[in-house]
């Protein structure tokens, strides 16, 4: 039998909680009729099918070329360890276009402020699971700030 490592376990509760989360949040609501509304039930149909449109016109449309001077490629660097590298310079990086290498013309490390919100639903469903996401809260403001806060 093969053990995860110790220090494996926080990733792991937060791929558990995201997931959690996920199905939390995209549980299909059960719908029900207003009472008290007059009128006669509404009728559903059906959308007709249209016929299969030739593919190849499909994917030619699909096709967008441009030629752009400037692209701006955002990155972020992570260790072996999953912790973010702050302290590249421009040398460490290599830009290719198609196997080409490509200048950089502009390069600076950016820090943007990020507004985020961590909604847990606690109803009877998810309740059994609320002790192994509470203490995720700490977690996530520590991955949020990084080292340099």
Known sequence: MHTK?????????LIVAFVVLH???????????????AGEAPVFSTPKKQPP?????????AKIRVQ??????????????????????????????????????RFHVETDTIAAVILVETNQAVAPLLPQVKPLGSMFSSLL???KG
């Open 53 to 61: 449109k030739d593919l190849k016109a499909q994917e030619e449309l």
């Open 145 to 147: 700030l990084g080292p």
């Open 5 to 13: 490592p110790i220090q494996d376990r926080p990733r792991i509760i």
């Open 68 to 105: 752009s001077p400037l692209v701006t490629a955002p990155v972020t660097v992570l260790d072996s360890a999953g912790g973010f590298v702050y302290d590249l310079e421009e040398k460490d990086f290599q830009v290719l276009d198609n196997g080409v290498p490509q200048r950089i013309d």
């Open 23 to 37: 199905a939390a949040m995209s549980a299909p609501r059960v719908a029900r009729a207003q009472e008290g509304v």
